[in-house]
């Protein structure tokens, strides 16, 4: 079965092409970083209009990348949410119009599923059970995974994402959006030890994150150093480590008791501050001492991507479950709400 994944909740489109029988046939994203940097952050309206103009091409270009036609696509899994309403809906009416042309069935896709699952897209795939560590822009959860759509919440962020806080210490430090990958490269010129930020909440017990006391312990960090004039580039550096240290080791603390809580070895890390280098390592090291392993997607599938989308979607189509004609998408959506997978995947 070959299944066309579009991926529109944000500020990517992404389309990909899954065979179930041959994986990954091909993929293709456009970003719309440049679109939104000058505003600081994504700005809904603007992100529908792109994708408007860019799903269509993007699908042409990934069917002809599998050297195949429409007539050799058999379903379409798209993005029903979490997200922007209008940019969901942009993937939603496309994939539908679509699919009631083709005369295929269509499966609106939960978009953390998709980042869940992304990891099963690699060579070395993890088995159930194990414990998910979702870190998005939007999103900080670490989930119990007993098999697709089997999913218990165990934990949360209580205020804002792992993937926001990054961009906003970006912000204050005044690097372009999305903040994540320039804070990490910023940080790799830190100097160790300079600055100590705090471990929200490590030292309670449970499972929940929260991340909005650290950007104001970084606030105030930057406020006094000013007090002294302009920022110099090795303090910027030095701040960049601090935070990004406490993010780190604020998710390893927490996977591990996760994994013991759950008495689990496996733990699956996705979204796109998965892609960050110093969380893998200190997870891979920390993990490994107490005989765990750890799962990630390429990094190419850590941020939003179509072949997350039609993988997820793959295997629930495969399994029989389509939606109805109508269109519909679900800016918040929990997770938990997913119908189990019944057959194997
Ligand atoms: O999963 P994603 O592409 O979109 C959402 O579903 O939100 O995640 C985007 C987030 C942004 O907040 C971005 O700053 C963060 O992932 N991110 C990173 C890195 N690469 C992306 N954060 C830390 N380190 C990175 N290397
Ligand atoms: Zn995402």
Redesign the pocket.
């Known amino acids: 079965m070959n299944v066309l994944g579009i991926e529109t909740?944000?500020?990517?489109t992404g389309i990909a092409l899954y065979s179930t029988d041959r994986g990954l046939l091909a993929h293709a994203l456009y970003s719309q970083i440049e679109v939104h940097r000058e505003y600081g952050g994504v700005v809904p309206e603007l992100a529908s209009r792109d994708h408007v103009r860019k799903t269509l091409p993007l699908i042409d270009e990934v069917l002809a990348g599998a050297d195949l036609g429409a007539k050799d696509v058999d379903a379409i899994a798209y993005t029903a949410g979490p997200?922007l309403v209008g940019a969901l809906m942009v993937g939603a009416t496309l994939a539908r119009g679509l699919a009631l042309g083709w005369g295929v069935p269509a499966l609106g896709v939960h978009?953390?599923e998709g980042?869940l699952l992304a990891p099963m897209l690699e060579e070395e795939r993890p088995e159930f059970p194990f414990v998910a560590l979702l870190?998005?822009?939007?999103?900080t959860q670490l989930v119990r995974v007993d098999g697709i759509g089997m999913y218990k919440l165990l934990g949360e962020s209580v205020d804002d994402?792992?993937?926001?806080?990054?961009?906003k210490a970006?912000k204050m430090l005044g690097l372009p959006?999305?903040?994540?990958?320039?804070?990490?490269?910023l940080a790799e010129g830190g100097t160790k030890d300079r600055f100590e930020f705090p471990r929200p909440m490590v030292n309670r017990p449970g499972l929940d994150f929260s991340f909005s006391g650290l950007k104001t312990h970084t606030l105030t960090t930057i406020r006094s150093l000013e007090g002294d004039g302009e920022l110099s580039e090795q303090d910027r550096a030095d701040v960049a480590r601090a935070f990004?240290e406490a993010?780190v080791s604020t998710l390893v603390i927490k996977c591990r008791r996760a994994l013991e809580q759950e008495n689990l070895s496996r733990l699956v890390m996705?979204?796109?501050?998965?892609?960050?280098?110093?969380?893998r390592q200190q997870l891979a090291n920390t993990l490994s001492k107490q005989g765990a392993e750890v799962f990630y997607p390429g990094l190419a599938f850590?941020?939003?991507?179509g072949a997350m989308i039609a993988y997820a979607g793959a295997q629930r189509l495969a399994a029989g479950q389509c939606d109805g004609p109508d269109v519909q998408v679900r800016p918040r959506w929990p997770m938990t709400d997913l119908p189990a997978l019944t057959v194997a995947s």
């Open positions: 909740s944000c500020d990517e997200g978009h953390m980042h870190v998005s822009g939007g999103h994402a792992a993937g926001e806080a990054f961009d970006a959006y999305p903040g994540g990958p320039h804070v990490a490269r990004e993010v996705a979204g796109g501050v998965s892609a960050n280098r110093k969380l850590c941020t939003d991507n």
